[in-house]
Nanobody, 115 residues
Framework: QVQLVESGGGLVQAGGSLRLSCTAP????????MGWYRQAPGEQRELVAS??????????NYADSVKGRFTISRDNAKNTVALQMNRLIPEDTAIYYC??????WGQGTQVTVSS
């Protein structure tokens, strides 16, 4: 069973920063796009950011709502994808999930931004 291990998250005031990390098995990480999704209460899960594998060009994509505030990065040596979240706003409050390819999900980590 493929396991994605997430860390980070927590409670922060508006304007603050948080960093999420997700570690995947090496072969999964190397060949798959890695992404961060989020789901707020009563809302559908949405893509926040994604980073393609190096072999696929390494392109990064962001939701319009986080462009300029969030940065996704891959550490190929550690099989880890990180999401640096700056200038957080209350609307960023959600459970954040790591995803590898189209098949594997992390367990989710809560991010709460207070006003």
């Amino acid at each position: 069973q493929v396991q994605l291990v997430e860390s980070g998250g927590g409670l922060v005031q508006a304007g603050g920063s948080l960093r999420l990390s997700c570690t995947a098995p090496g072969i999964i990480f190397k060949y798959n796009v890695m992404g961060w999704y989020r789901q707020a209460p009563g809302e559908q899960r949405e893509l926040v950011a994604s980073a393609a594998s190096a072999g696929s060009g390494g392109n990064r994509n962001y939701a319009d709502s986080v462009k300029g505030r969030f940065t996704i990065s891959r550490d190929n040596a550690k099989n880890t994808v990180a999401l640096q979240m700056n200038r957080l706003i209350p609307e960023d409050t959600a459970i954040y999930y790591c995803r590898a390819g189209n098949s594997w999900w992390g367990q989710g980590t809560q991010v709460t931004v207070s006003s």
